[in-house]
């Protein structure tokens, strides 16, 4: 069993039949902020409860509020520590990957790596079983806590290389991508860094296990095993993770996809050739130049981007580049889902801070919104520069600047965006 260092959350104290009997009558709300907080702990000390269980549940509290954000209501039920409500997975992400284990008749999964448990509650709630397994001691009692509602679910303290998978036939991996040291905690970027190492992960898959890993956005394209499938997502406009997985879990003719969550539900695009730069097969951007006033901007979400997937949105919309090198695209349609953010252009302005100075001016523009790709240009010193001297902005009206090098030009374009 794997030595922990001691951990700084407050579980002990927590744990206790009056912390517990505590935490059950208060409501995550009540300690929404440091003001808050501070509130219902003097509040608490004032009925005479001892000074360690009420930090320790009011930092639950805490803990359970901001988890609302990646969990929702299930936040207010779930127990928490400060880093591994950090590194957990979103709630209708997990959901994501538990589908893609349960739609492949996966019975047994190892969740090697599981954290405080959100993907394995996922798991779980798709009637699997379970086998989580957790190296940090502190975390792995928290999944333990948080798994209790799953008989089907078990959670060891241990090392995810040291563990015997004999009658399971998937494994899920979230391979810590941070090294802490006593300067403090860096990214890695190196998969073979990473712990586990990306090379344990293709070894479970050569054993043919069902295996999906998540990993960082920033994944590099050449990092990605011959035979994944590589998939990044995208929640409420963040890319979140890329995924790779591998065996029955891969699907048939998807080498790279992008996948997109929002209020409509998922819409993906997918590509069955290789990433642009490496696979001579793959789909280049074609065409050049600024779109005409009453045509659409398009801006490609992040994990189309990251997918290498450009080229072949361009194709699904009927698009073109605006420059080769950038991700813009333009079309005479607006973008039917997720996957671009399309803007319908008003017009070119010059790209100098006098003349947007003078158009804001004559505008009425009081709130500005500036995107940009290819200029050195930072949005909020030029946002400055072009309201300087016009003292206290009220009413007036909202416009969007998209910046941005066409061959040799930078360009200004006033756009509005398209609900």
Known sequence: MPVSPPSSEPLAALLTPEGLDLLSQHRPEEASDDDAAMRLTLALRKAGHAPEVVAAVVH??????????KFGPFAAEMFLTRPGLEQATRLPVSALHAQRFARAGVRHVADLGCGIGSDSLALASMDLEVTSVEADETTAAVATLNLMPFPQARVIHGFAEEVPLEGMDGAWLDPARRDEDSSGTRRLFDPEAFTPPLSFVTSLAGCGLAVGVKLGPGLPHDAVPEGAEAQWLSDRGDVVEATLWFNSLARPGVRRAAAVLGAA????????TGFPGIDPAAAVLEGGGLPAPGEYLHEPDGAVIRAGL?????QRLGAQAVDPHLAYLRSATPSPDALATSYRVIGELPLKTKALRTWAKTQNVTTLTIKKRGVDIAPETLRREIFAGRGKLKGGRAATLVLARVGERRVALEVEPVA
């Not at 639950?60 to 954000?69: F, I, T, V």
């Not at 539900?265 to 069955?272: C, F, I, W």
């Not at 450009?310 to 361009?314: E, R, S």
Request: aromatic fraction near 0%; avoid cysteine; glycine fraction near 8%.
């Open 60 to 69: 639950q509290l805490s803990l359970r509020h901001r988890g609302e954000a």
């Open 265 to 272: 539900g998922v819409v993906e695009l997918t590509a069955a």
């Open 310 to 314: 450009v080229a072949d949105l361009a």
